[in-house]
């Protein structure tokens, strides 16, 4: 149990994470659903939720359709960490009601969300939930997180 925590935070720091304490997902959860609820469109942009430059961030793929967004949206599964990393993500999701932006949640390292409409810190996908959207992406030519997570496992079977 020890070594596997251990090898939790080497993953961690590696991709430049802090994690102070876990914390249960269920109030963040229920606030990013209510923010994306009713969303009809679903943008995937390169770039992250901060220090941003619209004239230089590019479309990777869009949903459109209510029901559509509400299936991408039901699998993420996470668990909620308090601690951010430093940057700012790449791709992020932006979630639309007509032309009004309802939520923006950009992906960090292929394995954690961060939402100012929805939680409190970096959301940690479970396993199953960031296999199914790295392999989402890269389907739809976004093949960087999926990369990370790959580097991310080498560097453990190396340990």
Not at 9 to 19: E, H, M, R, S, Y
Not at 87 to 95: A, K, V, W
């Amino acid at each position: 149990m020890r070594r596997a925590a251990a090898v939790v935070l080497l993953v961690l720091t590696v991709a430049g994470c802090q994690v102070w304490r876990s914390r249960s997902p269920k109030a963040g959860d229920h606030r990013f659903l209510r923010a994306v609820s009713g969303a009809d469109r679903l943008r995937v942009r390169s770039g992250g939720s901060c220090h941003r430059e619209p004239a230089q961030e590019t479309t990777f793929c869009e949903l459109v359709g209510e029901e559509k967004v509400s299936d991408f949206v039901r699998r993420l599964q996470f668990i909620e960490v308090d601690g951010e990393c430093k940057c700012c993500g790449d791709p992020t999701f932006e979630f639309y009601r007509g032309q009004n932006l309802l939520a923006m949640v950009s992906f960090h390292h292929g394995t954690h969300l961060r939402s100012r409409e929805g939680w409190s810190g970096d959301a940690y996908l479970t396993d199953s939930s960031r296999d199914w959207l790295v392999n989402w992406l890269t389907e739809r030519g976004v093949p960087e997180p999926k990369r990370e997570v790959e580097s991310a496992r080498q560097r453990l079977r190396r340990l």
